[in-house]
């Protein structure tokens, strides 16, 4: 298994420029999760899904969309980038339900200038 | 509202020294705890969970925790840490019917050889 992998790994943005940052999972869970992680903060959550054509805002939803058409992918999109969103961005999924125990992906490191 | 905190922001060992960062809930109620590490430049791993039965958990890497109900926390432990310690740490807690975790702010641990 792959766990869940995200890309890209680094991007730089303009201001006002929009992008899609890509989580999949292959390990069947219902749960996904998207956070942003800045320098002391902790994570913040962003949106999150509790299974394929559901989803729901969480402490940070402002400025990004999410969907969920599959089990296996939760896309980020941001629509006109701040630079209020410079971040480190991660995806983690869980299974839902009986464990809520949740596995990250590796990271995206946006910057917006 | 629920919430998780984290007392020490910044902790500076040296190596053997004992570890120990706390953590405490507000939730009456039945909860699942973690602890996840983060090494720098990675992403978060989970160190240790707690669901039910014995409130001494142990975890990977030689980590324990102990869930102590009356008092609403889920202190971390390490008897003698090693300069791979050196990450950032994060207690969160599954409570209700959320679906989501609570996060706490996170502890840097800077462990010096």
């Known amino acids: 298994n792959a766990g869940v992998t995200q890309t890209p790994k680094f991007r730089i943005l303009k201001i006002g420029q929009s992008m899609t940052l890509q989580c999949t999972q292959d390990?069947?869970?219902?749960?996904m999760y998207w956070y942003r992680q800045d320098p002391g903060m902790g994570l913040k959550l962003i949106y999150y899904?509790?299974?394929?054509?559901?989803?729901d805002k969480g402490e940070v939803p402002n400025g990004y969309n999410v969907s969920r058409s599959t089990t296996e992918d939760f896309p980020l999109r941001l629509e006109l980038a701040a630079p209020s969103q410079t971040s480190v961005y991660f995806c983690?999924?869980?299974?839902?339900?009986?464990?809520?125990?949740?596995?990250f992906g590796p990271g995206t490191r946006l910057t917006v200038t | 509202a629920q919430s998780v905190s984290q007392h020490n922001h910044h902790v500076i060992l040296s190596e053997a020294a004992s570890l120990e960062l706390g953590c405490n809930y507000s939730?009456?109620?039945?909860?699942?705890l973690f602890w996840y590490v983060q090494y720098p430049g990675q992403h978060l791993q989970l160190l240790l969970k707690?669901?039910?039965?014995d409130p001494l958990v142990k975890g990977i890497k030689g980590f324990e925790a102990e869930f102590i109900k009356s008092k609403f926390s889920f202190n971390l432990r390490k008897p003698s840490v090693q300069w791979s310690d050196t990450a950032e740490y994060f207690c969160?807690?599954?409570?209700?019917?959320?679906?989501?975790?609570?996060w706490g702010l996170g502890t840097s641990l800077a462990v010096n050889p």
């Open positions: 983690a999924s869980s299974l839902g339900t009986s464990s809520y125990e949740q596995y």
């Open positions: 390990m069947n869970h219902n749960y």
């Open positions: 899904s509790v299974g394929a054509g559901i989803t």
């Open positions: 939730y009456g109620g039945t909860v699942n």
């Open positions: 707690y669901f039910s039965g």
């Open positions: 969160a807690v599954f409570a209700g019917n959320n679906r989501k975790l609570i």
